[in-house]
């Protein structure tokens, strides 16, 4: 059984910065993608970004390419999620997800996931 605990949100103004983390543990950590999903209210869950096992390849939604960054230390089973420039729009619950294989960007591609961290952005 997998565990996932996602930290770092928070209230912060537009244009600020936020880093995400998210720790798994349960799976084989290196094996597996990461992905970031997030939830705004009376919307749908999104897909954010997802990282490769081994970190060869990363992909993001079009509304936060070029202001997110994904990345992961398998050493400390943790995956992250650098936020720069935020936006109102980027107010959701982000929630972190363990791929069930080494790639994965849809949400059916994930596996056990975390409960979620708000962030909140103020204009």
């Known amino acids: 059984q997998g565990h996932v605990v996602e930290s770092g949100g928070g209230l912060v103004q537009a244009g600020d910065s936020l880093r995400l983390s998210c720790v798994a543990s349960?799976?084989?950590?290196?094996?597996?993608?990461m992905g970031w999903f997030r939830q705004a209210p009376g919307k749908e869950r999104e897909f954010v970004a997802a990282?490769?096992?081994?970190?060869?390849?990363?992909m993001y939604a079009d509304s936060v390419k070029g202001r997110y960054t994904i990345s992961r230390d398998n050493a400390k089973n943790t995956v992250y999620l650098e936020m720069n420039n935020l936006k109102p729009e980027d107010m959701a619950v982000y929630y972190c997800?363990?791929?069930?294989?080494?790639?994965?960007?849809?949400?059916?591609?994930?596996?056990?996931w975390g409960q979620g961290t708000q962030v909140t952005v103020s204009s």
């Open positions: 990282i490769h096992a081994r970190s060869i390849r990363t």
């Open positions: 997800a363990t791929g069930r294989t080494n790639w994965g960007f849809r949400s059916y591609e994930f596996e056990y």
């Open positions: 349960g799976r084989t950590f290196y094996n597996i993608a």
